[in-house]
């Protein structure tokens, strides 16, 4: 058949996703014969276009069709449809299934996977630097650099044979033991220095984590949304990377089970379930103590890992902080990794696991076959830049910083969107998750475009979701980098692009 229409009614007002509608239909045209194997499929655009859609939800449907078997593209000859077990020629629709569809991991070899492509933010015309709202990126003008080649200078000054050469696997002992009255003192976690190993930032430490307990076959449970590197990290252990859906209280532990059926799989296949209980990202959101409970009986129930990653770990601003995951009786089904790249600097690539006991082993096994070790000079300035009292002096700074520009990102979100925005997330961390819903309908992509033509750079958030992404605009907007000035200038700006259609600001 040819690809200029395909026989997709949207029921816009109902319950189900969009994306889920789409994937749903197709599967009955396959079921029905409409669509055969070989068939060409309309190019993303074109389905966009007819379906009156952005393309995103095109995009994500084709991405789950492919995920699980139903369509297939190939660089060249674009996207045909694979078949569907249970076909059969000239039946009516088989009634569309329930239960949502789970994506397959992406491979590095998966050519065109959109997980694998880097989102493009648009080109900044503005002269001078953008006020780029990035999240993820400390106020590295504020670091104290010369306090900092102090402790560099004393790790040289002490340097010896041990120092200067190949260190150990788990790191230096002098850090190991920094980290443990850290996570002692900052997130009620008792751990020896024995079970924690300094790893090259915390992506090391999670794709250490999948190679000692994922094999083929197994499931990952991650958080939706969550960062797609995740699913990337996961995906390349040949696992079915399960997403389970996160709301206000954090991941929704009762849907583990379910979700993993749904994808095929056993739950007791699950080794791993990956949590950012602290400040989900993305939205920002802190796992309640029952969650927190139900979480780790689940996975003694099931033999799973729970790996918490704790990225935000230092910067809090209401409330009161709860322990980390893994505090206490957790300890031997959870593993902590945290890092200092948020609160020192990125390029210091520093991060480390704290493991459950039987774990410590075969991660260093890993470790040492992978790269033997972490730069040792650094982790020695590292250690003696904490125990100086430095660093502890560097958050406390930050942490006024932080809150002051965390209160003028949201006061002038407030005095420019009023009604029209609903915030997430300004608990913790150093960003929020900003939905605008009196733009429902608009196409994030398109109010990115014009922010970018003023000189402000947003973050759309849909990206972030693999089921049911928001049916409003939502962006990540970090603000640790930008003084208030620019915060206040880059908000009205923002403002000023959102309101460009129609002149007028969201009701």
């Given at each position: 058949m040819?690809?200029?229409?395909?026989?997709?009614?949207?029921?816009?007002?109902?319950?189900?996703?969009?994306?889920?509608?789409?994937?749903?239909?197709?599967?009955?045209?396959v079921?029905?014969?409409r669509?055969?194997?070989?068939?060409?499929?309309?190019?993303?655009?074109e389905?966009?276009r007819q379906?009156?859609?952005?393309?995103?939800?095109?995009?994500?449907?084709?991405?789950?069709?492919?995920?699980?078997?139903?369509?297939?593209?190939?660089?060249?000859?674009?996207?045909?449809?694979?078949?569907?077990?249970?076909?059969?020629?000239?039946?009516?629709?088989?009634?569309?299934?329930?239960?949502?569809?789970?994506?397959?991991?992406?491979r590095?070899?998966?050519?065109?996977?959109?997980?694998?492509?880097?989102?493009?933010?648009?080109?900044?015309?503005?002269?001078g630097?953008?006020?780029d709202?990035?999240?993820?990126?400390?106020?590295?003008a504020?670091?104290?650099?010369?306090?900092?080649?102090?402790?560099?200078?004393?790790?040289?000054?002490?340097?010896?044979?041990?120092?200067?050469?190949?260190?150990?696997?788990?790191g230096?002992?002098?850090?190991?033991?920094?980290?443990a009255?850290?996570?002692?003192?900052?997130?009620?976690?008792?751990a020896?220095p024995?079970?924690?190993?300094?790893?090259?930032?915390?992506?090391?430490?999670?794709?250490?984590?999948?190679?000692a307990?994922v094999?083929?076959?197994?499931?990952?449970v991650?958080?939706?949304?969550?960062?797609?590197?995740?699913?990337?990290?996961?995906?390349?252990?040949q696992?079915?990377?399960?997403?389970?859906?996160?709301?206000?209280?954090?991941?929704?532990?009762?849907?583990i089970?379910?979700?993993?059926r749904?994808?095929?799989?056993?739950?007791?296949?699950?080794?791993?379930?990956?949590?950012?209980?602290?400040?989900?990202?993305?939205?920002?959101?802190?796992?309640?103590?029952?969650?927190?409970?139900?979480?780790?009986?689940?996975a003694?129930?099931?033999?799973?890992?729970?790996?918490?990653?704790?990225?935000?770990?230092?910067?809090?601003?209401?409330?009161?902080?709860?322990?980390?995951l893994?505090?206490?009786?957790?300890?031997?089904v959870?593993?902590?990794?945290?890092?200092?790249?948020?609160?020192?600097?990125p390029?210091?690539?520093?991060?480390?696991a704290?493991?459950?006991?039987?774990?410590?082993?075969?991660?260093?096994?890993?470790?040492?076959?992978?790269?033997?070790?972490?730069p040792?000079?650094?982790?020695?300035a590292?250690?003696?830049?904490?125990?100086?009292?430095?660093?502890?002096?560097?958050?406390?700074?930050?942490?006024?910083?932080y809150?002051?520009?965390?209160?003028?990102?949201?006061?002038?979100?407030?005095?420019?969107?009023?009604?029209?925005?609903?915030?997430?997330?300004?608990?913790?961390g150093?960003?929020?998750?900003?939905?605008?819903?009196?733009?429902?309908g608009?196409?994030?992509?398109?109010?990115?475009?014009?922010?970018a033509?003023l000189g402000?750079?947003?973050?759309?958030?849909?990206?972030?979701?693999?089921q049911?992404?928001?049916?409003?605009?939502?962006?990540?907007?970090?603000y640790?980098?930008?003084?208030?000035?620019?915060i206040?200038?880059?908000?009205?700006?923002?403002?000023?692009?959102?309101?460009?259609p129609?002149?007028a600001?969201?009701?």
């Amino acid at each position: 058949m040819g690809t200029t229409e395909l026989l997709i009614t949207l029921d816009r007002d109902g319950s189900v996703p969009l994306q889920q509608q789409v994937c749903d239909q197709f599967i009955a045209l396959v079921r029905s014969g409409r669509l055969r194997p070989g068939d060409a499929v309309p190019a993303s655009r074109e389905l966009a276009r007819q379906l009156g859609v952005s393309r995103t939800v095109v995009l994500r449907s084709y991405e789950l069709l492919r995920a699980n078997g139903i369509l297939t593209a190939r660089r060249g000859s674009g996207t045909k449809v694979a078949g569907i077990e249970g076909r059969e020629p000239n039946a009516a629709a088989q009634p569309a299934p329930q239960a949502p569809l789970a994506p397959q991991p992406p491979r590095p070899t998966d050519a065109g996977h959109t997980l694998w492509q880097p989102w493009e933010p648009p080109p900044m015309p503005r002269k001078g630097g953008a006020l780029d709202f990035r999240h993820g990126t400390p106020a590295l003008a504020a670091f104290p650099v010369a306090r900092w080649r102090q402790s560099l200078a004393e790790a040289y000054g002490r340097a010896d044979d041990a120092s200067l050469g190949y260190g150990l696997a788990e790191g230096s002992p002098a850090l190991r033991t920094e980290i443990a009255t850290l996570v002692r003192q900052s997130r009620a976690l008792d751990a020896s220095p024995e079970r924690i190993v300094v790893t090259n930032g915390a992506t090391q430490a999670m794709d250490i984590l999948v190679r000692a307990l994922v094999g083929p076959g197994d499931v990952v449970v991650i958080e939706d949304p969550s960062h797609t590197v995740l699913r990337q990290i996961f995906g390349a252990a040949q696992a079915t990377v399960v997403p389970v859906p996160v709301d206000e209280e954090g991941l929704r532990v009762m849907d583990i089970n379910a979700r993993v059926r749904a994808a095929g799989h056993d739950p007791a296949r699950v080794r791993l379930a990956y949590v950012t209980p602290s400040h989900q990202f993305p939205t920002g959101c802190v796992m309640s103590q029952s969650r927190r409970r139900a979480l780790v009986e689940w996975a003694h129930a099931h033999g799973a890992t729970v790996l918490e990653d704790d990225y935000h770990n230092e910067y809090a601003f209401s409330g009161e902080r709860l322990p980390a995951l893994a505090a206490d009786g957790h300890r031997e089904v959870v593993v902590y990794v945290g890092s200092f790249s948020k609160t020192l600097f990125p390029a210091l690539r520093i991060g480390y696991a704290i493991l459950p006991q039987h774990l410590v082993r075969p991660f260093l096994g890993i470790k040492w076959i992978t790269d033997r070790l972490t730069p040792t000079v650094e982790q020695e300035a590292l250690a003696h830049f904490i125990s100086s009292g430095a660093y502890a002096r560097h958050i406390s700074k930050m942490t006024r910083l932080y809150r002051e520009r965390r209160r003028r990102l949201l006061e002038a979100l407030y005095e420019h969107f009023g009604a029209g925005v609903r915030i997430s997330g300004e608990a913790a961390g150093l960003h929020v998750l900003v939905t605008l819903p009196g733009l429902r309908g608009q196409d994030e992509n398109e109010i990115v475009r014009r922010a970018a033509g003023l000189g402000v750079r947003i973050y759309p958030a849909s990206g972030y979701y693999v089921q049911d992404p928001p049916s409003e605009p939502a962006f990540l907007m970090g603000y640790a980098a930008l003084s208030t000035a620019r915060i206040t200038e880059g908000t009205a700006l923002l403002a000023a692009a959102v309101r460009e259609p129609s002149g007028a600001l969201p009701a």
